[in-house]
């Protein structure tokens, strides 16, 4: 048996690897006299932002931190929950980051703080931030409403 993870930025890309890893298993263990199956699940899809709530959101962010303040990050191949969020709705996901890891403790190694390791340490800070980030949100969505 073998196993893998397969990740992609577009649907696209996810239909063509599926087609051409099934491809091979069709092809390649006859010509060895072998025979093989396939089971491709596709767990997570690709996290694909909405263009226009990006925009949306990135503006609230720059009125609010400043334009030196809101990254573009490249896109990640981490499976994300939200993606389901954005098959059904439009949206945006966003982060905000965790700091330059000057909060944390001594021992718990230098530089930013990232999640998934035995050192993270939530930067308290930044609940101000956050918190007012979402409420400025919903205030400027409800203001295009009405």
């Known amino acids: 048996m073998l196993r893998g993870t397969v990740r992609t930025f577009t649907y696209e890309v996810l239909d063509l690897i599926?087609?051409?890893m099934q491809e091979l298993v069709d092809q390649?263990?006859?010509?060895?006299?072998?025979?093989?199956?396939?089971?491709?699940?596709?767990?997570?899809?690709?996290l694909i932002n909405h263009e226009s709530e990006t925009r949306?959101?990135?503006?609230?962010?720059?009125?609010m931190v400043g334009e030196q303040n809101v990254l573009k990050m490249e896109p990640t191949m981490g499976g994300e929950d939200f993606a389901f969020m954005l098959l059904?709705?439009?949206?945006?996901?966003?982060?905000?980051g965790n700091g330059?890891?000057?909060h944390r403790a001594m021992g718990h190694g230098e530089g930013p703080c990232l999640l998934h390791n035995p050192s993270y340490d939530f930067n308290d800070d930044l609940l101000p931030i956050g918190a007012t980030y979402w409420v400025r949100l919903a205030q400027a969505w409800l203001a295009q409403r009405t």
């Not at 949306?56 to 009125?63: G, L, N, Q």
């Not at 059904?88 to 905000?96: A, H, S």
């Open 18 to 20: 599926q087609q051409r």
């Open 28 to 46: 390649l263990p006859p010509a060895f006299g072998a025979t093989a199956t396939m089971q491709f699940t596709r767990a997570y899809p690709p």
């Open 56 to 63: 949306f959101c990135e503006k609230v962010m720059r009125d």
């Open 88 to 96: 059904e709705k439009p949206g945006c996901y966003v982060m905000i």
């Open 100 to 102: 330059d890891g000057a």
